[in-house]
């Protein structure tokens, strides 16, 4: 998805898992704290290291993984 420069996903970091600028932050984890009422300036307080837009594009990255649909091909 275009937009999202500050999403990496490499398979020596996380496992492989969606990041944040390469750093040990996955976007499941800002997620999951958004998800648990956490604002998103608590967030930023927590982890000082994190930008706004850092959790702002871990949010639109979640929302258009959630949008995707899995096609199950037949096999031959």
Same mark, same amino acid.
């Given at each position: *998805?275009?937009?999202? !420069? ?7 970091? *996380?496992?492989?898992?969606?990041? $944040? ?12 704290? $958004?998800?648990?009422?956490?604002? $998103? ?7 000082? &290291?994190?930008?706004?837009? !850092?959790? *702002?594009?871990?949010?639109? &990255?979640?929302?258009?993984?959630? !949008?995707?649909?899995? $096609? ?5």
């Amino acid at each position: *998805m275009e937009g999202l !420069d500050r999403i990496t996903q490499s398979p020596d970091v *996380m496992g492989g898992k969606a990041c $944040i600028r390469g750093m040990r932050v996955t976007v499941g984890m800002i997620v999951g704290q $958004i998800g648990s009422s956490q604002s $998103i300036d608590d967030l930023l307080d927590e982890y000082p &290291y994190l930008e706004r837009e !850092d959790v *702002m594009q871990a949010l639109r &990255y979640a929302a258009w993984r959630a !949008d995707e649909r899995e $096609i199950v091909l037949a096999t031959a």
